[in-house]
T-cell receptor
Framework: DVKVTQSSRYLVKRTGEKVFLECVQDMDHENMFWYRQDPGLGLRLIYFSYDVKMKEKGDIPEGYSVSREKKERFSLILESASTNQTSMYLC??????????FGPGTRLTVT | EDQVTQSPEALRLQEGESSSLNCSYTVSGLRGLFWYRQDPGKGPEFLFTLYSAGEEKEKERLKATLTKKESFLHITAPKPEDSATYLCAVQAGNNAGNMLTFGGGTRLMVKP
């Protein structure tokens, strides 16, 4: 079974803090993705990576950066957290037949 | 621009009452259409991939079908444990990086 894990299920941070969200997949997948999910707005792509040290902006990259130093690990960084970044963050990786497998999600609250 | 529209937004069923969820799409050369189930507070769980019109996939009480413009997720004799949000997504053939475009989802509630 494909397994995608995320470092935290729940996270509470203060405005202005630097926040790291970690994602690890165990299936040697090339592509990894970070989304945020908000009520009424659905899933929105923040960044994706198709190889180690490679990254591409998604639909809403502002205020975020990413890091992929190893194939199995993809990190999302909030350089200076703001209240409008309170959301559910989902990591995914792509299988052989293009379907994406998701992690359990991190519910981030910025106060 | 690729677009995915799901209907209805919410659906209430009695246990055993069969129904269908709709996913309409416009995409430049469909590479695949994907169905996911999402429980509250959790990540989406992959259900099916459909690649071409006429294709069907089944899993327990769920059956997904595909035409050139839409996909249906048929739920036969649903149970309360089928209650969840069902998401549809498409992938275009000219898509670098295997990105998906998601619909807004259908929230299904099955009452005992």
């Amino acid at each position: 079974d494909v397994k995608v894990t995320q470092s935290s299920r729940y996270l509470v941070k203060r405005t202005g803090e630097k926040v790291f969200l970690e994602c690890v997949q165990d299936m040697d997948h090339e592509n990894m993705f970070w989304y945020r999910q908000d009520p009424g707005l659905g899933l929105r792509l923040i960044y994706f990576s198709y190889d180690v040290k490679m990254k591409e902006k998604g639909d809403i990259p502002e205020g975020y950066s990413v890091s992929r130093e190893k194939k199995e690990r993809f990190s999302l960084i909030l350089e200076s957290a703001s209240t409008n970044q309170t959301s559910m963050y989902l990591c995914a990786s792509t299988g052989d037949r293009y379907e994406q497998y998701f992690g359990p999600g991190t519910r981030l609250t910025v106060t | 621009e690729d677009q995915v529209t799901q209907s209805p937004e919410a659906l209430r069923l009695q246990e055993g009452e069969s129904s269908s969820l709709n996913c309409s799409y416009t995409v430049s050369g469909l590479r695949g259409l994907f169905w996911y189930r999402q429980d509250p507070g959790k990540g989406p769980e992959f259900l099916f991939t459909l690649y071409s019109a006429g294709e069907e996939k089944e899993k327990e009480r769920l059956k997904a079908t595909l035409t050139k413009k839409e996909s249906f997720l048929h739920i036969t004799a649903p149970k309360p444990e089928d209650s969840a949000t069902y998401l549809c997504a498409v992938q275009a053939g000219n898509n670098a990086g295997n990105m998906l475009t998601f619909g807004g989802g259908t929230r299904l509630m099955v009452k005992p």
